[in-house]
C-alpha cells in the first residue's frame, strides 16, 4: 500500500547557482556536500511501487551514465521492460522517491538528494491498481535478493495496515507491535544477518481514523522517518504516530516533506548512506543512532520522534567532537515563560509522558514571549517555534 497517490512537485527554485531541495536544507545537507561526500562505495536499495521514466529523469541522468544502476527487479511482471509501468497506477512513485535519495537536476542546477555517488539496486513489489499481501512477499523477496548482493541501505516508502481488496487481510491496530507482521519480523531478521539498515517511511495516516503507523513502520531494527514542516519543526498533520504499546519510539526522526513520508524517508538515506561513506565501519546500530543522535530534539515523542537531523552535527559525532546538549529546563513551578528572537507565527506544544504525547497544544502569537503551562500529567513539554525549540521537565 502507497503511502501517498499524488504525483511528485519538484520544488520551485530559483534556477541560477546551485539550489538544494527544500528537505536537504532543513537537513544542513550543505555539510554533506562541502565535504565531498556523495555516498560513493555505498550500495543502496529501494523497494517501492516502481520506477516509470527512470531511465529518463534529468535527475537521475548521472546515475545511468555512470553505470551507477547495479540491479533491477520487476518482481509484479518479471518479464517487463525496465522502468516500465502505468502512471495511472502511480508507478512513479518509486522514482520520485529515488530522485530524492540521490538525484541532480543538472538542467534546473538542483539538488533534491545526496547518495548521488552511492550504487543503486532497484525493486518494483507493489501494485497501485490493488492491495494484497501478496506485495508484502515480494518485498521480502527483494530484500533478501538485495541482502545477497551486499546491499547495505535499503528505503522502503510503502506500508501496510487496511485498505486491502480482500478485507480480511487488514491488519488491526494491535497487530502494530514490532513482532506481528511479516514484513516487520523480515526487516528485524534481515538486518541483524546481513548487517542493513532499513530506512522506511512513518505513513499518512496520522489525520485519519487509523492515525498510527502501519507495518513496516513498527519495526525496532529500523530507522522510521516522519513529516515535518518547513518553518516550524512540528509535525505534519498527516504524519503518522508512533503506536503508544511500544516500548520504544517511533518515529525516531522526521524531516520536511509536504507530499507525504514517502518523500522525508529517501532524504535521510541519502544522508545515511554519505555518513557511511565517511565511516564504513559503521554499523546499521550505529549509524542509525548517529542520525537520531543529530536530532533537533533533547527528548524524542511519538509524533516526530528526535526531530529533524542536523548533518554537520552527525559528521562532528562521528569526527568525536563533544557538542553542546540541547536545552532543557527543569522546574517545579506550573508554567514557564518561553522567549524567542522574533515574533513567531505560531507555537507547537507536545505535552508528554516519557515520549508519549497526551496533548498537543498549537499557540498563535505575534509576541516575542510566551507562557507554557503543564497540563495534565505531563512530565515534560517539548516546545517548537520557528527558528528553535527547547525542552520543559515538569518536576514534582
Known amino acids: 500500500m502507497r503511502w501517498i497517490k499524488l504525483a511528485f512537485l519538484f520544488l520551485s527554485l530559483p534556477l541560477f547557482g546551485q539550489q538544494l531541495g527544500f528537505a536537504l536544507e532543513q537537513i ?31 535527475s537521475l541522468k548521472s546515475l545511468f551514465e555512470n553505470n551507477q544502476v547495479a540491479g533491477y527487479k520487476d518482481y509484479l511482471d518479471p518479464e517487463a521492460r525496465s522502468f516500465a509501468g502505468s502512471a495511472a497506477f502511480d508507478d512513479v512513485h518509486g522514482t520520485e522517491v529515488w530522485e530524492l535519495v540521490g538525484g541532480f537536476n543538472t538542467e534546473r542546477n538542483v539538488q533534491y538528494g545526496l547518495a548521488t555517488g552511492a550504487t543503486y539496486y532497484l525493486a518494483r ?22 541482502a545477497k548482493e551486499g546491499v547495505q541501505i535499503i528505503n522502503i516508502s510503502l506500508g501496510y495496515n487496511f485498505g486491502f481488496n480482500n478485507k480480511r487481510e487488514n491488519y488491526q491496530q494491535e497487530q502494530i507491535d514490532g513482532k506481528s507482521t511479516i514484513l516487520t519480523q523480515a526487516i528485524d531478521r534481515i538486518s541483524a544477518n546481513y548487517g542493513i539498515l532499513f530506512i522506511v517511511a512513518a505513513g499518512n495516516d496520522g489525520s485519519n481514523k487509523w492515525e498510527i503507523l502501519g507495518s513496516p513502520g513498527d519495526a525496532k531494527s529500523a530507522l522510521t522517518v516522519g513529516a515535518t514542516k518547513i518553518k516550524v519543526w512540528d509535525g505534519m498533520k498527516y504524519s503518522s504516530k508512533g503506536p503508544e504499546w511500544l516500548d520504544y ?14 518523500f522525508s524517508a529517501p532524504v535521510i538515506t541519502g544522508l545515511a548512506a554519505c555518513l557511511l561513506e565517511m565511516d564504513p565501519s559503521l554499523t546499521p546500530a550505529e549509524l542509525k543512532n548517529l542520525i537520531i543522535q543529530s536530532g533537533s530534539l533533547p527528548i524524542p515523542n511519538n509524533y516526530i520522534g528526535y526531530g529533524v537531523p542536523n548533518a554537520k552535527i552527525a559528521m562532528k559525532l562521528l569526527q568525536g567532537v563533544e557538542l553542546e546538549l540541547p536545552t532543557v529546563t ?17 507555537v507547537t506544544v507536545y505535552h508528554k509522558m516519557s515520549w508519549r504525547v497526551i496533548r498537543k497544544e498549537v499557540i498563535r502569537t505575534d509576541r516575542t514571549h510566551i507562557k507554557i503551562k503543564r497540563r495534565e500529567e505531563a512530565e515534560s513539554s517539548t516546545v517548537i517555534w520557528e527558528g528553535g525549540n527547547t525542552e520543559i521537565v515538569w518536576e514534582d
Open 28 to 58: 544542513n545537507g550543505q555539510a554533506i556536500i562541502d565535504a565531498g561526500l556523495t555516498g560513493k562505495g555505498v550500495k543502496i536499495g529501494i523497494i517501492d511501487g516502481g520506477f516509470l521514466r527512470a531511465d529518463k529523469s534529468e
Open 125 to 146: 513489489t507493489d501494485h497501485g491498481g490493488y492491495e494484497r499481501r501478496q506485495e508484502e512477499e515480494f518485498a521480502i523477496e527483494a530484500m533478501e535478493w538485495m
Open 249 to 262: 519510539v517511533k518515529p525516531e526522526i522526521s524531516c520536511y516533506s509536504s507530499l507525504g513520508t514517502s
Open 330 to 346: 527543569h522546574t517545579q513551578k506550573k508554567s514557564l515563560a518561553i522567549s524567542f528572537n522574533e515574533p513567531s507565527i505560531y
